[in-house]
């Protein structure tokens, strides 16, 4: 299956190794992966803060891109969910954990990864993209991300307290509204800190930069790794 | 004023309070699970509400209509007031006829309130304290916030961003019980007695309105401590003020909406008083006003309309990890919350302009409303109404210029994002500085040597 990549803008300048993994997962399973060289990014950081008007061009330029392939996979529910909703095209775009679990359907993986893991679910992936149950509403439980996580031997989830609470990056918000961002990513990490994590995953490069700038700056001893990164370590 | 922002920076410099503050708001959006998981249509329910409500959006009209006829007929007189303001000067008309134009100079001249939240959106408190008439707040959350001159920061639970302590405080200058006392039960029943005596001198109680059903002709308060219910009963004159939205169609509507209302609220199964008034009784004087105040403004924006489904459960405050961690008086609005920053910018584009920002847009307050407004789909549609009319700063603007100008420009991204990844690791004070909000508690992201294209470029080509 030919797979065209999708690596939102800041993980292609600040988190190459989100975005290698994801090429290297994908490619384990069995994908022909291509990367459309003149990608750059999808819009959001404009629109979501009402310049929605002004992302014309970065939309064109996206279609341009993509429109030649039937699937589209990115390692980010939140750009992955902007694309859905404002960027019409002929494939569809899958975020990386729905497109493994829902298209290439893969129910569970076998691999190891001898660590206590935390999950991070973003938002806009969780309650956008309905990668798994919000607690909110009153419906059985699922989790895409932890179906492929949970058969990993060794890998101890954990629980937390406040299970999809919002960590607070939310794009210009991390800084129009500083105090608050700052303090909503200090009570998240207070959470897996209190619980054990060692180790903070989720879907979206974006959640966990503003939580890895929290932990690098009040030195705590968590690691942050994106979900694509611990899948690809795993099942090698 | 400040912005949400400056508020919440202020609010935020007291750590434990904030702390405390979430914890406090996160506990009743658990009551609120607990409750709505016991039932096990509850997401049947929540639908049911949105259609009977978004029936009620189009026909507001002929519902409005219907349900004068049916309460004029019950006796009760109803008024119009276009906006604030007449909702004002028909609350103070009525006073006025009450005591045919002379008002006395006397201590037993004010009202009893039960809490109404849209007499806060309309000043009306402060409009009448002008014309020398002293209204009274009788909820207990209500007359707190009203001691300490300020107003509720919680549609629901006005003052829960006090400490019992502080309200032990307050209560001793006020109402003089014992300094340093602050158990909540000597200090209800403190307050208690104290709006005992108010209940029973004030001739006229106004009270808001959770429901106006159409086919009747009646309405229905809601309330925990009973204070509607005093207040009215114990009144010559009863005055309920609702904004028009609060119309359903049928009585048997109510067995969906109490159902929902309480639980979203607090957890509870229902208010512990659901009351119905129809008619006055003998020799008691029934008014109803009706306020517009931007309301059908509202129902004529189309992306906006469904605000109007809202029935004041207050559950998106409680599950706002913003608000919980901002506290309602930073939205500088009657009503705060994720719920008041979409309805706030239709009184005010200028004045709540900051207010749509005020979120990260996580989509929780859509999931736990009882009448399924998508509330977050509000806050980005606002946010780009905001920008469009100008009510944004020329800088902001500028920046997202350029911004766009650079990612839709792949050879400029690639340029700008190696010279600004190579400045970053060779000069990075230039990013890591008192300038910068980001760096201000974060640290920034280490920029690698190479950007995902390179290696690929490298690796795959």
């Known amino acids: ?45 404009m629109a979501n803060s009402g310049y929605e008007h002004i992302t014309g061009d970065c939309t064109k330029l996206f279609q341009d891109n993509f429109d030649e392939y039937d699937y589209v996979v990115s390692p980010s529910g939140s750009c992955t969910l902007h694309v859905k909703e404002h960027i019409p095209l002929k494939g569809r775009i899958y975020e990386l954990i729905e497109f493994i679990t829902d298209i290439l359907k893969v129910e569970s993986l076998e691999g190891e ?8 679910q973003s938002c806009h992936g969780q309650r956008g993209l309905h990668l798994s149950q919000m607690s909110e509403l009153n419906a059985p439980f699922f989790s895409k991300p932890e179906q492929l996580l949970k058969n990993l031997k060794g890998l101890d989830l954990i629980t937390l307290d406040r299970k999809d609470e919002c960590c607070g990056f939310g794009g210009t918000f991390c800084v129009a509204e500083e105090a608050v961002s700052v303090r ?34 009040e030195k705590h001893a968590m690691k942050v790794m994106h979900i694509a990164e611990i899948l690809n370590q795993a099942i090698s | 004023m400040k912005t949400h922002s400056e508020a919440a920076e202020v609010f935020n410099k007291d750590f434990d309070r904030t702390t405390w503050h979430d914890q406090t708001l996160f506990m009743v959006r658990q009551k609120r ?106 909820d207990l959350g209500e007359r707190i916030v009203q001691l300490a001159e300020e107003p509720p920061s919680h549609i629901v639970m006005p003052c829960i961003h006090w400490k019992k302590e502080e309200i032990g405080e307050l209560f001793h200058k006020h109402l003089g019980t014992e300094k340093g006392n602050k158990d909540p039960q000597y200090l209800t029943e403190a307050a208690r007695q104290h709006l005992r005596d108010k209940f029973l001198t004030r001739p006229i109680a106004l009270t808001g309105v959770n429901f106006a059903v159409a086919e ?15 207040g009215a009963h114990l009144a010559d004159v009863h005055i309920a003020s609702m904004g028009f939205e609060k119309i359903i169609p049928q009585k048997k509507h109510l067995g969906v909406f109490l159902r929902l209302l309480a639980r979203s609220a607090t957890g509870q199964p229902i208010t512990t008083y659901s009351s119905h008034f129809k008619k006055p009784r003998d ?26 489904k809202c029935i004041r459960c207050a559950a998106c405050f409680n599950t706002c990890p913003v608000y919980r961690r901002s506290g309602g008086h930073s939205y500088h609005s009657a009503v705060a919350g994720p ?25 929780s307050c859509s999931n736990v409303c009882p009448v399924k407004i998508d509330i977050h789909q509000q806050l980005y549609k606002w946010r780009q109404v905001l920008v469009q009319e100008g009510y944004t700063s020329m800088s902001k603007t500028l920046a997202m210029k350029g911004m766009s100008t650079v990612l839709s420009n792949p050879s400029v991204f690639k340029f700008s994002g190696k010279v600004g990844r190579m400045l970053m690791d060779k000069l990075p004070f230039l990013v890591n500085n008192n300038m910068n909000p980001w760096y201000k508690q974060r640290e920034m992201p280490e920029p690698p040597e190479e950007s995902f294209r390179d290696w690929y470029k490298k690796n795959k080509k």
């Open chain 2, 216 to 230: 009747t002709g009646e309405f229905v308060v809601c309330t925990n401590e009973g204070n509607a219910d005093m």
């Open chain 2, 283 to 308: 020799g008691q004087q029934m008014h109803i006003v009706i306020v517009d105040n931007g309301r059908s403004t509202q129902l004529g924006r189309e992306d906006f309309r469904n605000s109007l």
């Open chain 1, 184 to 217: 909503m990513g200090q009570d998240r990490l207070g959470d897996h800190l209190k619980n054990g994590t060692e180790i903070l995953t989720g879907g979206d490069t974006s959640c966990l930069m503003h939580l890895e700038g929290i932990i690098r700056r």
């Open chain 1, 113 to 120: 990864f001898k660590h206590k893991v935390g999950l991070h």
């Open chain 1, 1 to 45: 299956m030919k797979v065209a990549l999708f690596i939102p803008c800041y993980i292609d300048q600040f988190y190459p190794k989100v975005g290698i993994a994801t090429l290297q997962l994908l490619e384990k399973m069995g994908c022909e992966v291509v990367f459309p060289q003149n990608q750059t990014c999808c819009g959001q950081p």
């Open chain 2, 339 to 363: 719920i008041g920053s979409i309805l706030a910018p239709n009184l005010d584009m200028r004045a709540n302009a900051d207010l749509p920002f005020a979120s990260t847009l996580c989509g």
């Open chain 2, 33 to 138: 699970d607990k409750a709505a998981f016991q039932i096990d249509d509850w997401e049947l329910l929540r639908e049911t509400a949105s259609q009977i409500k978004n029936n009620v959006l189009s026909n507001m009209h002929n519902y409005l209509l219907q349900f004068e006829e049916n309460a004029s007929n019950n006796g009760i007189k109803i008024h119009w007031a276009a906006d604030a303001k007449e909702h004002n000067e028909i609350v103070y008309g009525i006073i006025s006829d009450y005591y045919r134009g002379e008002i006395p100079v006397d201590t037993f001249k004010g009202m009893v309130k039960s809490k109404s939240m849209l007499t806060e959106e309309c000043h009306m408190n402060e409009f009448l304290a002008e014309k020398g008439i002293e209204v009274i707040d009788t």
